[in-house]
């Protein structure tokens, strides 16, 4: 077979231009990555794009927990104020309990507990960023409000632990407070607000301890004074609370005007509901939950979530729990320290002694519950930023396993590809066929 001039300058050129090609991605190599496109390497490409992905993702979720962090940590600081706050104010109800203070004493310590509670609100108001850390989704509102002017209050009666187990037959009906209510007879009396049942003063405080000594466990409907209706026809769903008081416990004209009339041993007896003149702070934030994922998998909000509502750190009580009818009003733990305090300013020694100390307690207990939540869920994120941390470097790892370039190996591919380059041009340059031009020159 007889093989032209042509067909030998056209296989060497093919195999010159191989070569080049050879040291020219071997050059491209130097940069330190080996696959710039998936043709490098199929496989390896593939590889390399899923933990381009992970990388990405692991740097959204450390950007997360960190901003979570930041959120939690915020407000773990103003939570820790509020709670300081309401300390105060269950030692100055202890105080305020003791029947040795006078008038200017009592007074005095009112005016700590108004300061104390003033300064809590301040705190909820707490920004970041300029975001309210305690308005839920609503962060761009001031969330807490309180009224310069005093309103009328419902006053109520907060069970005891002792109470509470007595007078808590039903745990479907179970109550913490009971509604304070003034009879024409001048004596005072208490409304359970989920069986309708009244009591007299008198049993609450002392009639109840004398049946439990008796071997009494629970309350029966023979030791109520009498019974109201909480229901309005052709209502079915307790109306008593909502239609007469708005849910930060303000009492509304109907509540107002509202009297009901029971037999008390054979004398009709009308009863009002008992208030207390004092200050409201009112919530403008809602009940929302701002979430920051912290890993891949399904969304749980109650690990997500990095912000704690005014329902959760300040609780629900009588006048807008669950069963009032009314909404939660984000406010319910401030506005019962008002009441305290008012109650305080007002010489209600025996008042003080018995409720007011419960309550404190209780509005305390629910600013720490809340408080030891949000830790529990910034130690969670605290752990995240450490794992995400260890497998950024596990990732950047096998990228660079089946990406990163053989620096040692290109070296001596690299000389030996240009190697082989440099003698293809010299050996072409003698052994190729002369061409009519190079005779002529």
């Given at each position: 077979?007889?093989?032209?001039?042509?067909q030998m300058t056209n296989n060497y050129l093919?195999?010159?231009?191989?070569?080049?090609?050879?040291?020219?991605?071997?050059?491209?190599?130097?940069?330190?990555?080996?696959?710039?496109?998936?043709?490098?390497?199929?496989?390896?490409?593939?590889?390399?794009?899923?933990?381009?992905?992970?990388?990405?993702?692991?740097?959204?979720?450390?950007?997360?927990?960190?901003?979570?962090?930041?959120?939690?940590?915020?407000?773990?600081?103003?939570?820790?104020?509020?709670?300081?706050?309401?300390?105060?104010?269950v030692a100055k109800s202890n105080a305020a309990?003791?029947?040795?203070?006078?008038?200017?004493?009592?007074?005095?310590?009112?005016?700590?507990?108004?300061?104390?509670?003033?300064?809590?609100?301040?705190?909820?108001?707490?920004?970041?960023?300029?975001?309210?850390?305690?308005?839920?989704?609503?962060?761009?509102?001031?969330?807490?409000?309180?009224?310069?002017?005093?309103?009328?209050?419902?006053?109520?009666?907060?069970?005891?632990?002792?109470?509470?187990?007595?007078?808590?037959?039903?745990?479907?009906?179970?109550?913490?407070?009971?509604?304070?209510?003034?009879?024409?007879?001048?004596?005072?009396?208490?409304?359970?607000?989920?069986?309708?049942?009244?009591?007299?003063?008198?049993?609450?405080?002392?009639?109840?301890?004398?049946?439990?000594?008796?071997?009494?466990?629970?309350?029966?409907?023979?030791?109520?004074?009498?019974?109201?209706?909480?229901?309005?026809?052709?209502?079915?769903?307790?109306?008593?609370?909502?239609?007469?008081?708005?849910?930060?416990?303000?009492?509304?004209?109907?509540?107002?005007?509202?009297?009901?009339?029971?037999?008390?041993?054979?004398?009709?007896?009308?009863?009002?509901?008992?208030?207390?003149?004092?200050?409201?702070?009112?919530?403008?934030?809602?009940?929302?939950?701002?979430?920051?994922?912290?890993?891949?998998?399904?969304?749980?909000?109650?690990?997500?979530?990095?912000?704690?509502?005014?329902?959760?750190?300040?609780?629900?009580?009588?006048?807008?729990?669950?069963?009032?009818?009314?909404?939660?009003?984000?406010?319910?733990?401030?506005?019962?320290?008002?009441?305290?305090?008012?109650?305080?300013?007002?010489?209600?020694?025996?008042?003080?002694?018995?409720?007011?100390?419960?309550?404190?307690?209780?509005?305390?207990?629910?600013?720490?519950?809340?408080?030891?939540?949000?830790?529990?869920?910034?130690?969670?994120?605290?752990?995240?930023?450490?794992?995400?941390?260890?497998?950024?470097?596990?990732?950047?790892?096998?990228?660079?396993?089946?990406?990163?370039?053989?620096?040692?190996?290109?070296?001596?591919?690299?000389?030996?590809?240009?190697?082989?380059?440099?003698?293809?041009?010299?050996?072409?340059?003698?052994?190729?066929?002369?061409?009519?031009?190079?005779?002529?020159?």
């Amino acid at each position: 077979m007889r093989i032209s001039s042509t067909q030998m300058t056209n296989n060497y050129l093919a195999q010159l231009n191989r070569a080049f090609e050879q040291k020219t991605k071997l050059m491209e190599q130097s940069d330190g990555s080996r696959l710039h496109r998936a043709s490098d390497d199929a496989v390896g490409y593939s590889k390399y794009l899923r933990y381009q992905n992970s990388s990405t993702e692991n740097t959204q979720y450390q950007a997360n927990v960190k901003n979570a962090v930041s959120w939690m940590k915020n407000s773990d600081s103003a939570l820790v104020d509020i709670a300081d706050c309401f300390s105060t104010v269950v030692a100055k109800s202890n105080a305020a309990a003791n029947t040795t203070n006078n008038e200017s004493d009592m007074t005095a310590i009112s005016k700590e507990m108004l300061a104390m509670v003033q300064q809590a609100v301040s705190d909820a108001n707490t920004q970041v960023n300029s975001r309210y850390l305690f308005a839920g989704q609503s962060d761009m509102v001031q969330p807490y409000t309180m009224s310069t002017n005093k309103v009328n209050r419902g006053l109520t009666k907060t069970l005891d632990d002792t109470q509470q187990s007595f007078f808590n037959v039903d745990p479907a009906k179970s109550v913490s407070q009971m509604l304070t209510l003034t009879g024409s007879d001048g004596k005072t009396y208490y409304a359970n607000t989920k069986t309708g049942d009244v009591y007299s003063q008198d049993f609450m405080n002392t009639g109840y301890k004398n049946k439990m000594a008796a071997g009494q466990t629970k309350v029966t409907s023979a030791d109520a004074v009498g019974n109201i209706p909480l229901f309005s026809p052709p209502d079915t769903s307790p109306t008593i609370i909502s239609k007469n008081f708005k849910n930060t416990g303000e009492i509304t004209t109907a509540g107002s005007s509202w009297t009901q009339p029971v037999t008390v041993n054979g004398s009709t007896v009308n009863l009002k509901f008992a208030t207390v003149s004092q200050q409201i702070v009112t919530y403008n934030g809602d009940d929302k939950y701002i979430s920051m994922v912290k890993q891949n998998g399904a969304e749980d909000q109650s690990s997500d979530t990095v912000n704690v509502t005014g329902q959760d750190v300040f609780g629900t009580d009588i006048f807008d729990d669950a069963s009032s009818g009314n909404k939660p009003s984000g406010s319910a733990a401030l506005n019962d320290m008002l009441t305290v305090q008012a109650q305080t300013a007002g010489c209600q020694y025996s008042w003080m002694s018995t409720d007011g100390i419960t309550m404190a307690n209780n509005s305390y207990n629910a600013v720490n519950t809340a408080e030891t939540k949000l830790a529990a869920r910034q130690q969670v994120y605290t752990d995240i930023e450490t794992m995400l941390s260890s497998q950024k470097l596990t990732i950047t790892g096998d990228i660079s396993s089946v990406a990163d370039t053989d620096v040692a190996a290109l070296s001596v591919q690299l000389m030996t590809a240009e190697t082989i380059y440099s003698m293809s041009l010299s050996v072409g340059s003698k052994v190729l066929p002369k061409s009519l031009a190079d005779y002529l020159s």
